[in-house]
């Protein structure tokens, strides 16, 4: 069974910083992209930065050059640490891990049930 427990959102005033983690078990960590998603109320859902089993990240335009999202293998977490912070970011954040089988090409997708994130003064 997959489980994930997620922490570090709450209440940031603009400019502020937080650190999401997003911690993962019952999968092999090391084999899966892990992702943060966003989604605010009446929005879709968009991606906000990932990263790939040998660490490779990509990042949604809007938050390049604030966001850093990192991995620690050891700990099968997920890290995202937000800095600068704007009204805009406002939204639940949710950890994705996205797997696939090197055997049949199958897709594992599984997510967490996210944090809240609210920046306002």
């Known amino acids: 069974q997959v489980q994930f427990v997620e922490s570090g959102g709450g209440l940031v005033q603009p400019g502020g910083s937080l650190r999401l983690s997003c911690a993962v078990s019952?999968?092999?960590?090391?084999?899966?992209?892990m992702s943060w998603y966003r989604q605010a109320p009446g929005r879709e859902r968009e991606l906000v930065a990932g990263?790939?089993?040998?660490?490779?990240?990509n990042y949604a335009d809007s938050v390049k050059g604030r966001f850093t999202i990192s991995r620690g293998n050891a700990r099968n977490t997920v890290y995202l640490q937000m800095n600068s912070l704007e009204p805009e970011d406002t939204a639940t954040y949710l950890c994705?891990?996205?797997?696939?089988?090197?055997?049949?090409?199958?897709?594992?997708?599984?997510w967490g049930q996210g944090t809240q994130v609210t920046v306002s003064s």
């Open positions: 990263i790939s089993p040998g660490g490779s990240t």
């Open positions: 994705n891990a996205l797997g696939v089988s090197a055997y049949d090409g199958d897709e594992y997708n599984y």
């Open positions: 019952g999968i092999i960590f090391t084999t899966y992209t």
